[in-house]
């Protein structure tokens, strides 16, 4: 088992609202357990550039309620490569790093694994991800928060949608994942949630639609997962409906990048809190290779080897909830 004298931390991937928070907890945790802990700026990216700054717990003080990540975020191409890699590893023997922690998701994780096997660094990966796609842990960091930014622009979206009898569709995070769409799409009474997981076909969204209509349903919303394959795009979508007549004037909203930023709600505080924390003991305990998930609310470590090659399966008992409540 390795000696653990100084850690490193970087965010990577997607920012997340709680990053900061989970990032603060790594760097107390540090602090509280004697040993020396280093940010690096700018993810892989910055550990190839050599750009890493020593953290103190005042370091990371005013950052708990803070969207975003101050040590900043990128996606690397260069680490994609092997000299790329090289180079990043370099730069931990030069800053004489012995464990590596990782905040990001699942594209960052593979990432780690790569190198840590390349290079024999220990690494722990902490899962941070508006879009809740990481198998091994129930939630990601910045996932509840983009809820709760999703379920209040829906609101204000349905004050609209009912003053003109309107059909909206919105559109969601989720390029590969519907957990936004669904949950928030529950949470908000949409009428219909097009997910990528569960194929909904142009009939059945018009039969949907009719069916509304017949029971009295003035006005709409639909929301669609960034990641559907219903339409082309939302546009394409929206000028199908329009082009069948569905008895609702349609208009289309996209929500964009307002679902990454903002303060991070209270969950996401606490859960940055425990997994960072969690992440540290973790690498002090000679594990290693794993991401620190949260599962019946408990803090447990996961094998990368064992999460990156399982599909996240699609939450069926959700959907047919959905389907229920939307008569
Ligand atoms: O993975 C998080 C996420 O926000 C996805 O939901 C979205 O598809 C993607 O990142 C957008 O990435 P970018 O900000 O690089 O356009």
Redesign the pocket.
């Known amino acids: 088992m390795n000696t653990i004298r100084k850690i490193a931390v970087l965010t990577s991937?997607?920012d997340?609202p709680g990053m900061n928070a989970a990032i603060r907890a790594v760097v107390r945790a540090a602090v509280y357990h004697g040993i020396e802990c280093v940010g690096i700026y700018r993810g892989y990216q910055g550990m190839i550039e050599g750009d890493f700054k020593a953290l103190d717990a005042r370091s990371v003080k005013n950052i708990i309620n803070k969207g975003g990540t101050f040590l900043k975020s990128a996606?690397s191409d260069e680490f994609l490569t092997k000299e790329g890699r090289k180079k990043a590893y370099d730069h931990l023997v030069r800053e004489q790093i012995d464990g590596l922690i990782i905040i990001g998701?699942d594209?960052s994780f593979r990432g780690a694994v790569q190198f840590s096997r390349e290079f024999d660094v220990p690494v722990v990966g902490i899962p941070s991800?508006?879009?809740n796609?990481i198998i091994g842990t129930d939630f990601t960091i910045g996932y509840d928060t983009a809820l709760n930014t999703v379920v209040e622009a829906i609101d204000k979206i349905r004050d609209t949608a009912s003053s003109h009898n309107r059909l909206f569709l919105v559109e969601v995070?989720?390029?590969?994942?519907g957990n936004?769409a669904l949950h928030a799409g529950i949470g908000a009474g949409a009428g219909d949630i097009l997910i990528p997981e569960h194929h909904l076909s142009y009939e059945q969204l018009l039969e949907s639609l009719a069916q509304s209509k017949k029971s009295g349903k003035s006005s709409n919303i639909i929301v669609v997962a960034?990641?559907d394959r219903t339409g082309k795009n939302i546009f394409e979508l929206a000028d199908f409906i329009k082009k069948n007549d569905s008895g609702y004037e349609v208009r289309v909203t996209v929500l964009g990048?307002i679902?990454?930023g903002g303060a991070p709600s209270c969950y996401d505080r606490v859960l940055a809190s425990r997994l960072g924390v969690g992440a540290v003991e973790a690498m002090l305990e000679g594990v290693e290779r794993v991401m620190v998930g949260v599962k019946y609310g408990k803090i447990v470590t996961i094998p990368f080897a064992e999460l990156l090659k399982k599909e996240i399966q699609k939450d069926t008992e959700l959907i047919r909830i959905a389907d229920i409540i939307s008569i």
């Open positions: 991937g997607g997340s996606r998701g594209g991800t508006i879009d796609d995070m989720g390029r590969d994942a936004i960034e990641g990048h679902q990454r």
